[in-house]
């Protein structure tokens, strides 16, 4: 994985502790396009991912309360990898995804639609998508609502890590000593 560009986009792991008022609506924003995607597809699931390396950190969540999730072996991962989005209509059908442990495990995924996330400098910063527990096909109109939101969503992560730059670093704590 790219480490370079994963620094670039910015502290990740300062989403909730830097939770300045903007930061905070941002991620609210995060959740609403994740279940706006679910809504407009017709899913029970939708996410946005944010891409670190190895996990996917699921900054936008609609139907599953998990934080992160590993990204080999996830639909999102194809996604990343392909640039491009992704559906599969039944992952039991498709030979990249038919054994991987979400399909033929728990949560038994079969169904889902994804967008890669684009900053405006081109970094790819992860994903927004969909999922469904049985099989399903997805019409023109639904993927390109897909597509608008994946716009809102990666504007959403700009915005974020800009707001992100701009909280001033805190001040170092003088250590206490014992006399």
Not at 24 to 37: E, I, K, P
Not at 78 to 89: D, F, G, I, K, W
Request: charged letters at 25%; proline letters at 6%; hydrophobic letters at 40%.
């Amino acid at each position: 994985m790219d480490l370079e560009r994963i620094a670039r986009l910015g502290p990740v792991e300062t989403l909730e502790p830097a939770r300045t008022h903007a930061t905070a609506a941002r991620l609210d924003t995060l959740d609403a396009l994740a279940r706006s995607a679910a809504m407009a597809l017709h899913t029970s699931i939708g996410l946005i991912c944010l891409d670190e390396g190895e996990t996917l950190r699921l900054v936008g969540r609609h139907g599953t309360d998990l934080p992160r999730v590993r990204r080999e072996n996830t639909f999102c991962d194809q996604t990343l990898r392909e640039l491009q989005p992704l559906v599969v209509s039944n992952a039991r059908l498709d030979p990249r995804f038919q054994f991987r442990p979400f399909v033929t495990g728990q949560p038994g995924l079969l169904a889902y639609a994804g967008a890669p996330l684009i900053s405006d400098t081109g970094e790819v910063m992860g994903t927004i998508c969909v999922l469904e527990r049985y099989g399903r096909s997805f019409e023109a109109g639904e993927i390109l609502s897909l597509l608008r939101l994946a716009d809102l969503a990666s504007q959403a992560l700009c915005d974020m890590h800009d707001d992100l730059r701009a909280v001033p670093a805190r001040p170092e704590t003088p250590g206490v000593t014992n006399s």
